[in-house]
């Protein structure tokens, strides 16, 4: 067998094992591309705002999460793994970092603020 039919040969035996090996990545991801990992936020508030715009809320809407719940102490903390919810008297509420081992911690601590002995 001479060179160029040797170098031809092996060019067809791997030209469908590339197509193959494609056809299986597409298969097991999906079809998807990979996503690009998002920039750094900017310090304006361009996309909060386009954000709270965008959102249909006929109640209210939540600053923190844009969440539409019909009172303001219905809210959700954003990050409710790591914060306390606490309804204030006034019919607000607020979010505080978790306080402790004990349950209830943060809403003692606040309690505590309130009555000026913290």
């Known amino acids: 067998m001479n060179p160029l039919s040797l170098l031809l040969y092996t ?67 954003a990050f409710p793994e790591v914060e306390d919810k606490f309804e204030l008297g006034d019919g607000s509420m607020v979010c505080v970092s978790k306080g402790g081992y004990k349950a209830g911690e943060a809403a003692r601590k606040i309690e505590l603020a309130r009555k000026g002995l913290l």
């Open 11 to 77: 060019f067809f035996l791997v030209l469908p094992a590339s197509a193959q090996f494609q056809f299986f990545e597409h298969m097991f991801n999906g079809g998807q591309q990979q996503q690009q990992q998002p920039q750094n936020t900017g310090s304006d508030s361009a996309w909060y705002k386009q954000n709270y715009e965008a959102a249909h809320c006929d109640k209210y809407l939540c600053p923190h999460t844009l969440s539409c719940v019909h009172f303001p102490h219905h809210c959700p903390c």
